[in-house]
């Protein structure tokens, strides 16, 4: 079952996250509060579409909604580590060694 629901998850990012991202991005306006609302309004929007058969359940779409908050948040702290970092651990060792 794992492989089928990852497969659902994979479509979600793809065609919702990455593009908020990319216009986040363009905009340099990640910051963890974008993030989180992104997040937020992804997952209720996937709560939605998930529901949509069936009455809506306000519980239900809180719940998605926070799993994506946490999702993005996650994602978020996973991308600011990498651009703290400015290069390669070899290239920084390169840059304080005298020559």
């Known amino acids: 079952m794992v492989p089928v629901f990852y497969y659902f998850s994979a479509m979600a990012a793809i065609l919702f996250g990455l593009p908020v991202f990319l216009v986040l991005f363009r905009f340099n306006l990640i910051r963890w509060w974008s993030a989180l609302g992104a997040g937020?309004?992804?997952?209720?929007?996937?709560?939605v579409i998930v529901e949509s058969p069936h009455v809506i359940q306000i519980p239900e779409i809180l719940f998605i909604a926070a799993t994506g908050a946490a999702s993005t948040l996650g994602f978020w702290l996973i991308w600011k580590q990498g651009r703290d970092g400015s290069g390669t651990d070899e290239e920084k060792r390169s840059r304080t060694v005298p020559n």
Do not use: N, P
């Open 40 to 47: 937020m309004t992804i997952g209720a929007l996937m709560g």
